[in-house]
């Protein structure tokens, strides 16, 4: 593996981890103003972080 090719490796892990962490911060801040759709909230974050990930996965296979 050429060096840009681990660059570019990490620069995928480091967005995804971003993006990951955005996600769970939203979700926090919106379960805490509205406890009641714990659920509906969850399953959203859930399948956003999964989305994340898989572009992640995608973007890593590219390199």
Do not use: H, N, S
């Not at 994340?52 to 296979?61: M, Q, R, Y």
């Amino acid at each position: 593996m050429e060096i840009p090719a681990i660059l570019g490796a990490g620069v995928v892990v480091i967005g995804v981890g971003i993006g990951i962490g955005q996600i769970g911060k939203g979700a926090m801040e919106a379960i805490g103003r509205q406890p009641d759709a714990y659920g509906k909230i969850q399953t959203a974050m859930l399948i956003a972080a999964a989305l994340v990930e898989g572009i992640g996965f995608a973007a890593l296979f590219a390199v």
